[in-house]
């Protein structure tokens, strides 16, 4: 039996230690530097690295392969949470639960930590020694890849019309893809880019993307459905926000039960999508059940 | 004679035309690609993407070969401005002769513009279509190079100096050092990435890199200078704003004509580091000269 909290504890150890170090460089001990630590160690669930190594994982691939996309995936989410949780934009006041970058800082301080944040993930990516040529070419790809998913046709499309619908109600069609910006590419990227690395063919490639695109938008519902009935102790943050910004979400337009179901039909799918994998496959499955059991 | 009028005429039409058609994209006709095309296509000097050029001309390159890495080095420039002139930072309500994007859209727009600028800097730099491995190896290169001077160690370190030495005087080093991190650092990555573009040699690189220092510093003098005594008109800028903020400047460490003669030495030492090279590098002797004459 597969024990899957053992599996994130040990990975996310990994990650935290990775991360951890790339900070530590002694004369980079600034203000800046505070900002950056105090946002990217914070207590994270490590959800797109822990997809990063564990799609590497499934295609064959060695974890230290991939440890520095999966790096650069957590600064660029960090980095997103950041600027995301500023006052012009949803004005937070706790993330991962601790004050917001802005709150324990200032706002300055908060959007040059995200802008570092953004900026060290591509060098991490790019920092790679390179013993062929055609790994070179691989890279080059997946920087492509994630900064399609992070930038202006992605995620910050995402987040964009996410402010923009603060005032109208979306239709399903529109919401899903709101969500398929602002979470799903980032997720995606996370699995292309462990798949990627790990050596898969591109035929598993294609399967781990079906999986990805489905747990990306159960991970979202979940998350919406958390903002109602979730404890802000456990998860870090404040709940009940999405009502009063009469934020578009799918318990709001679909009810509660019914964006329950939606969201266990998308883990079912995306399980389907990874069966022809052997047991490699295993912590993904186990984390699409996560992904709607969790209660953080 | 060199005439470096009509040289930067015509490299600033390609560069424009270049970065107009990495816009052009029909599905994006959204807030925020207006709000990125509203602040990259304002009014610039270009003189990033220039010295990236040219630098590719002195070692032999060709300009089609540099022309993404000098499009994504005028995107870095065009984000840091945005986020730098944010009332949580400068607070500036005029750039490139027009109000600032804060002002011209809202400020989460600007921030989520400039997010989406650095972001597709680097998707631009990683979207090349590589005929050979070592190529690509050249490109991991120049991606770290652009991403180290952008990133914590260069640009935003010297923002955050610059902010945090508002309320102190700084020694002539420490200023030094606060626009060598600020300007120098992408400046000198603008260079580089010509010269290694273009196939320079070692030696020929380290040559440009030591003009690319110097001109960089005696550009950021100018900018002092100009802030005291410039034309806002020309400049597109107000000016005043050092003095009124106690900004730590060299005019105001040094003087207004110890400033000048400064730069002018500067010049002097960057004419000097390239005097080997044939007149494939009068384009840089001329900007070298036009960087201290300029009143914009």
Known sequence: MFDLESY??????LINTHLDKILQNPSNSSRLMEAIHYSLMANGKRLRPVLCIAAAEVVGGQTEEVLKAACALEMIHTYSL???????MDDDD???GKPTCHIAFDEASAILAGDALLTLAFQLLSAVEISNGSQAVTWLRII?????AAGYRGMIAGQMKDIASETRLLSMEELEELHALKTGALIEASIYSGASLGGGRQEQIDQLGIYAKKIGLAFQIKDDILNVEGDPALLGKA????KMRQKNTYPYLMGLEKSKSFAEALVTSAL????????RADPL?????????RNR
Chains 1, 2 share one sequence.
């Open 272 to 279: 389907q999508a990874i069966e022809p994998f052997n047991r």
């Open 8 to 13: 994130l504890d040990s990975k996310r150890m």
């Open 239 to 242: 709940v009940g926000t999405d």
């Open 94 to 96: 706790v993330r991962r």
């Open 144 to 148: 492509h890849r994630i900064a399609d």
């Open 82 to 88: 950041i600027h995301d949780d500023l006052p012009a």
């Open 285 to 293: 499955r186990a984390i699409a059940n996560y992904i709607v059991q």
